[in-house]
């Protein structure tokens, strides 16, 4: 089957890639790759359970986890159909209008786990440095709140992005270079003008690095503050409770900015690194986020121990 097409297209279909050279072992790569998915939507379906269920968790920090839970869901449940339907059927073909649809949810959730974990620092900013104020201000309507301010904001943000793919001409190369559909790889196959595209394309991802400006900005003055505290174990008592925050935080930016670095600087040398970098981002922070936070959190680790050990009774 040609995945090249030189006249224009009304019913596109664009072709999507797994790993390149493994073709042969997709059937092997997707026992992991199911593995992964089956445990990302277990543990956060099980953080969201627990926070709905028990009243001690009903909190501010613990409304903002479920956030990061739900987003992490929606970012997996985004890109599960078409990376099963690579590696588990070979079935790389996708439809113009399934794509842009695709597209849409991952970069709606990707831009909704950004603001979370925004959000998340500015919580951490306030119970640390005005820890007397902290349930004044962070009040349970003003945390409804801000969860619906930032998603419609997001909503806003990345719903421009399938008018104006579904207006471009694709007649050039129909193959895309990731296992699932974005934005900036499926307007580089566009036969038409597609300034806009590249120009609001940027304007968005201004906005993922004045999330992540933001955060570093929060955790400059959570350090001052606890630079002042003058006894060492209370400074790492504090800091102790940031470190699941810094963590969600770096397995979230860290792919993204290493895929931005090779894209800008070795987009034709290390293809399969993009394209696994690429992969990691999907499938590893909505995975790690719910062990990093049973694991330093004591009252998730403690319901759920106590949950397991009732079901062994």
């Not at 306030?126 to 104020?133: F, H, S, Y």
């Not at 945390?143 to 930032?150: E, M, P, S, T, Y």
């Not at 930016?253 to 293809?271: D, G, N, T």
Request: net charge positive; with cysteine; charged share 15%.
């Amino acid at each position: 089957m040609s995945i090249c097409n030189t006249s224009e297209m009304e019913n596109s279909v664009f072709y999507l890639v797994g790993i390149p050279g493994m073709e042969h072992a997709n059937i092997w790569i997707s026992i992991p790759i199911c593995l992964m998915y089956t445990v990302t939507i277990l543990g956060n379906c099980t953080i969201l359970f627990f926070i709905k269920t028990e009243p001690s968790l009903h909190e501010p920090m613990y409304y903002f986890l479920s956030m990061l839970a739900f987003s992490d869901l929606g970012l997996s449940l985004s890109s599960l159909p078409t990376m099963l339907r690579i590696f588990l059927f070979n079935a790389p073909g996708i439809s113009l209008d399934v794509c842009i649809a695709q597209e849409f949810f991952i970069h709606g959730f990707s831009a909704m786990e950004s603001s979370v974990l925004l959000i998340m620092s500015f919580d951490r900013f306030i119970a640390i440095c005005n820890p007397l104020r902290y349930t004044s201000i962070l009040t349970s309507a003003r945390v409804i709140q801000i969860g619906l301010a930032f998603s419609l904001k997001n909503v806003l943000l990345i719903l421009p992005f399938p008018f104006t793919l579904k207006h471009l001409k694709y007649c050039k190369k129909n193959l895309l270079s990731q296992s699932y559909c974005l934005h900036q790889d499926v307007m580089k196959l566009a036969c038409s003008d597609n300034k806009v595209n590249i120009i609001y394309g940027l304007f968005v991802a201004l906005t993922a690095i004045l999330d992540l400006t933001f955060i570093f900005t929060s955790y400059m003055l959570i350090l001052k503050a606890v630079l002042n505290i003058a006894s060492q174990k209370e400074r790492l008592k504090v800091l102790d409770t940031c470190v699941s925050h810094v963590c969600a935080v770096l397995i979230f930016y860290v792919p993204i900015i290493s895929l931005a670095v090779i894209y800008r600087f070795a987009k034709h040398s290390f293809p399969v690194i993009r394209i696994l970098i690429a992969d990691v981002f999907l499938l590893v922070p909505p995975l790690m986020n719910p062990f990093v936070y049973c694991v330093k959190s004591q009252r998730i680790r403690n319901l759920v121990l106590q949950k397991l050990c009732q079901k062994k009774s």
